[in-house]
């Protein structure tokens, strides 16, 4: 969608530009995920339960934009490399809580390592005024992203 020329169009040029740069830089850093061995859904999965904690099976699906059916799919899938484990829900019983194993997380975290060194290395190439505007436009990603 284009958007008028002024201060809309100025903001739209800067989403797009954000945008498409977060894809790019996401998809080259994807590929240390290789060796973890896992595919990107079930890493995906897999992070939503290391960083945000056990979750139901509807809410994993929910938070990976999946089915119940693909979700289940992939929790099995999971739970038999041993990386993550179902449990009863302790309010209601007839619910399941998936939850990443300790193996689980030392895979996913050491990905991210993976990732964070290589994004590193590309940081520490740059002058201090670009690391300072660098800095600057973390912060307000985060902000950003508390907007929802």
């Known amino acids: 969608m284009k958007r ?20 790019r830089l996401l998809r080259r850093l994807r590929k240390t ?10 890493s995906s999965a897999l992070s939503v339960l290391v960083f945000g904690g056990p979750q139901t099976l509807k809410d994993l699906a929910a938070a990976e934009q999946v089915r ?23 309010d209601d019983k007839r619910a399941l809580r998936i939850a990443a194993t300790a193996k689980g997380r030392a895979l996913l975290e050491a990905g991210r390592d993976r990732r964070l060194d290589v994004l590193t290395r590309q940081v520490e190439r740059l002058g201090g005024t670009e690391r300072k ?6 912060e307000i990603l985060a902000r950003l992203n508390k907007e929802g």
């Open 4 to 23: 008028s020329a002024g201060r809309a169009g100025d903001a739209h040029a800067i989403a797009e530009r954000i945008h498409a740069a977060a894809i």
């Open 33 to 42: 995920d290789a060796a973890s061995g896992l595919s990107g859904p079930k």
């Open 68 to 90: 119940a059916p693909t979700m289940s799919r992939l929790v099995a899938e999971l739970e038999g490399e041993g990386l993550a484990t179902k449990t009863a829900d302790k």
């Open 133 to 138: 505007v660098l800095r600057r436009a973390g």
